[in-house]
């Protein structure tokens, strides 16, 4: 294991919160590591590029340019690009991380390998392919090291094709022939016309492709010679061979030795044209395989051989039982000699799909957890009582809640259940709006305000705002955080107060409605509601009502609710519980990657992955669920996707709107239900759990999950949608709509603060921050550096505000190097003046202080001149 010393990558954090583990492997492009997304729980990779690869001032562009376009990419069959970009001086990408053997290696190991399985390797590879070339961009560099075989349940292999679209970086001087400025591959399968630095298209690809199939068919490369030169030569000049009279042993089909020599046609015209075209030719020959016709190194006349695992017969060619799944030992055929792999240890004999438990699983292993829940309905008398719900992702807090308040609702209790906005966007107001609608019986819109009968004048002011009932777009007076706000304006606590008298308002018409009856408010999922509402709430359990109320949540590990109170932490379920729901060999691979219990949802998800043909599944939640959408068919994957950005009440058509119109939307989402992958509920429709839309929306590419978010921003005419300014905001930073985005991100943080929701301000200032520093390298804004500059202002002085000092000097005095003199640097050193002096550093602060005083004269504001001179007279004065 390498340690920091030898490689000082490992343990950084690149953006994105990818933390570098370990170095997994070294190539031309640069080095390849194992990298943890933290949020996720989710394993990737992370490539970062050779420094020398990038020596000039286009080299950038340039890894833009190609990052771009591999992150298009979106098919099952090619490695996924997700993120990309600059970390100091490195320019990286993050990508899924594979756990299968490269086809190199494969073959080294296991061949030759069977007919059949050629074909559907080299299928799979066309059908990456074709996904490419429509979108007009050539791998350039195919070859075995880059096409990545998962052995799959059902005796097949999952493939994905590796490293698309930035070989063209690479350029080696040594095998250029006609042009010094020529693309280069891998000169054993670089078609002629790539030889020659002619332009190419995807038909270069299928030459390649052509020289892999010969390969695999062969166990020899069609061209071999001691310099590279010689070999482009040969691929320019040399007719292929006839595989058959290079491998007479194998007796390769007539069928597949006509497919090869036309997909090695030196002439481009003669080739197949696309890679649809490639595919049909191989199943073609494949059928006449199945029909017996031609003849074959593995004769179906062959004894089969017994399963190890359940003794079920299966051909000599097949590699997995299809009975059970278990790898079949075989002895390699002996008319291609290759090195003996080392012995290795099988995985656990598998079950049975028909011993599959019924998904989803039934609700069990939780009596004490709803005993405990059901103790506080008799704690609840004159008072309010809480409880909290405690677990990490996939522990079944939802489940257990749902439980719970139907029991209670059985049992006669007034039960209002509330969840974060569906869009995941923290609308200000949102879910405590849905809680005093169902608590007071108000129309969805809150009524008008002859119905809130019994509200106190602040309560009124409360609704006024929650429901937007008066004009809150006018602006209000710029105010710096060093001065006192002019008569008039409200302040944030003040609208933080008003809205927990709302909510008491609310809980009281809920009492008076529902005489003798328990009032439960369920809150799911605290973690992720939105800042305004959960202070509201946490302000009404600190100070609670005069009537009694029983407040039921739940929220991941470490979240601070904002109040103290009883808490019940989830565990999964018990092995042996486990061990009574699944057949042994699941429950000893469960065991094996889950320890002494298991979280509900890898339950869930390790008995989906082995029903659809997965093994040696992924020992962490995030990868498991990964792995399942990854292997997705491409249009439901697609489908998957714009439910995710659409978010939680993803409407049909919505969903079309953002997907092109060819596609049988209907019967997409029949399959992705049937996967466990979406729920439907009252018409709109949402992943089946929230950390299945993470994932879904983090394993999207980069660049489709751009499109998506850009087209949920419009109607089917061009025009925006009415949606909340917190949606239009995420929409349309994840589009990268950089000046839109910093716009709306602006406007969000200023409203979170007017709200007292200061967690809010900062996330939006967060987020706009690192927007215009991605811009620093992508170069799609005006003057980035004044975007940096103006919103590290702003979030040095939202955290200043939220008290997080040390975080507030770092942020400004980073943004500080950036701006070289104007009121732009002034306003940095009055921040900083000021979280100096709160920090105790008056001598600090006097200093940044009199720098800003100085440049707020020069540049002639009189406006910053004199709040700065109330600065020092407010310190004078404490």
């Not at 054993?188 to 790539?194: G, H, I, L, N, T």
């Not at 291609?336 to 656990?348: H, K, N």
């Not at 008056?842 to 100085?854: P, R, V, Y």
């Amino acid at each position: 294991m390498q340690s920091r010393a030898d490689d000082p990558l490992l343990g950084t954090t690149l953006p994105g919160g990818y933390v570098i583990l370990e170095l997994i492997g070294v190539g031309g492009m640069g080095r390849v590591y194992r990298a943890e997304q933290k949020a996720l729980g989710r394993t990737v990779a992370v490539k970062i590029i050779h420094p020398h690869l990038l020596g000039d001032e286009s080299a950038s562009v340039r890894f833009i340019t190609e990052a771009r376009a591999a992150s298009r990419l979106n098919h099952p069959n090619i490695v996924s690009v997700f993120d990309f970009g600059k970390s100091g001086n490195q320019l990286y990408l993050v990508m899924e991380f594979l756990r299968g053997r490269d086809l190199a290696r494969v073959d080294y190991e296991e061949g030759p390998l069977p007919f059949r399985r050629i074909v559907d390797i080299m299928c799979q590879v066309l059908a990456g392919l074709a996904e490419a070339h429509h979108l007009g961009i050539i791998h350039r560099d195919l070859k075995p090291e880059n096409v990545v075989l998962e052995p799959m349940r059902t005796g097949g292999d999952f493939v994905k094709v590796v490293d698309f679209g930035l070989a063209k970086m690479r350029e080696v001087p040594s095998t250029h022939i006609t042009s010094p400025g020529i693309v280069c591959g891998t000169p054993d399968y670089m078609s002629p016309e790539q030889g020659r630095g002619d332009p190419i298209d995807g038909r270069s690809d299928l030459y390649t492709c052509g020289v892999l199939l010969f390969q695999l068919l062969t166990g020899r490369l069609p061209f071999e010679s001691e310099s590279p030169t010689q070999v482009v030569l040969m691929h320019l000049t040399v007719p292929p061979p006839n595989p058959l009279d290079v491998a007479p042993a194998r007796n390769i089909p007539l069928p597949l030795v006509d497919v090869t020599l036309r997909a090695m046609e030196k002439e481009v015209s003669r080739r197949y044209q696309t890679s649809d075209e490639f595919t049909l030719a191989l199943r073609a020959a494949a059928a006449m395989l199945d029909r017996g016709a031609p003849p074959s190194s593995v004769s179906v006349e062959e004894p089969g051989v017994a399963c190890g695992s359940c003794g079920t017969m299966a051909p000599r060619n097949q590699k997995f039982c299809g009975e059970c799944g278990a790898r079949i030992s075989l002895q390699p055929p002996m008319s291609q000699p290759r090195r003996i792999a080392p012995p290795v240890s099988g995985p656990p004999p598998r079950v049975r799909l028909s011993s599959l438990p019924e998904l989803p699983l039934p609700f069990v292993g939780r009596e004490r957890d709803l005993e405990w829940l059901d103790s506080f309905r008799f704690d609840v008398d004159r008072t309010l009582a809480t409880a909290r719900i405690v677990g990490e992702g996939g522990m079944g807090k939802t489940r257990l809640l749902q439980e719970f308040i139907h029991l209670a609702s059985v049992a006669g209790d007034y039960v209002v259940l509330t969840r974060p906005d569906p869009w995941g966007a923290d609308v200000g107001y949102h879910v405590l709006r849905e809680a005093i609608v169902a608590l007071a019986s108000l129309p969805h819109g809150g009524g008008e305000p002859h119905e809130w009968r019994g509200a106190t004048p602040e309560a009124r002011a409360g609704l006024m705002a929650i429901f937007g009932k008066k004009d809150r777009s006018a602006p209000h007076p710029s105010v710096n955080m060093w001065s006192k706000p002019p008569a008039g304006i409200v302040q944030p606590d003040d609208r933080r107060f008003t809205a927990a008298e709302a909510l008491r308002w609310a809980i009281m018409r809920a009492h008076e409605r529902n005489e003798g009856r328990l009032v439960l408010l369920a809150i799911d999922d605290l973690h992720a509601v939105d800042g305004a509402s959960r202070n509201a709430f946490a302000d009404v359990v600190v100070e609670p009502p005069i009537h009694p109320l029983l407040v039921v949540s739940t929220h991941l590990p470490g979240f601070d609710p904002g109040w103290a109170g009883a808490t019940r932490v989830l565990e999964g379920l018990p092995l042996d519980l486990v061990s009574q729901m699944v057949a042994q060999p699941h429950a000893a691979t469960l065991g094996q990657n889950g320890g002494r219990s298991i979280s509900p949802l890898y339950l869930d998800q390790f008995l989906r992955f082995s029903s659809e043909g997965g093994t040696n599944p992924p020992a962490r939640l995030g990868d498991l669920v990964a792995q399942r959408i990854e292997r997705l068919p491409p249009e439901a994957r697609r489908v998957l996707q714009a439910v995710t950005v659409l978010g939680d009440d993803a409407q049909m058509e919505d969903i079309e709107r953002l997907l092109p119109s060819d596609r049988n939307t209907v019967q997409l989402l029949a399959v992705l239900r049937s996967a466990g992958m979406i729920e439907q509920e009252l018409g709109g429709f949402r992943a089946a759990h929230p950390l299945l839309r993470e994932i879904a929306l983090a394993t999207t590419p980069v660049a489709v999950r751009r499109d998506l978010h850009a087209r949920a921003l419009v109607g089917r005419d061009g025009e925006p949608l009415p949606l909340p300014l917190e949606v239009r905001a995420l929409h349309a930073y994840h589009a990268q709509d950089t000046f839109e985005a910093l716009m709306l991100l602006e406007q969000v943080a200023d409203r979170a603060g007017d709200r007292g929701d200061r967690d809010g301000s900062v996330l939006a200032l967060r987020r706009g921050l690192d927007l215009a520093r991605r811009e620093l390298f992508r170069g799609e804004l005006d003057e980035p550096e004044k975007a940096v500059i103006i919103f590290s202002r702003k979030l040095g002085e939202a955290l200043a505000r939220a008290s997080a000092l040390t975080d507030a000097d770092g942020v400004l005095r980073e943004a500080l190097d950036l701006a070289a003199g104007g009121l732009e640097r002034a306003r940095l050193l009055a921040a900083l003046a000021f979280v100096a002096h709160e920090r105790g550093r008056a001598k600090e602060a006097s200093a940044f202080h009199a720098q800003a005083l100085d440049l707020a004269r020069t540049g002639g504001s009189s406006d910053l001149m004199a709040s700065l001179e109330r600065m020092r007279a407010d310190w004078n004065a404490g």
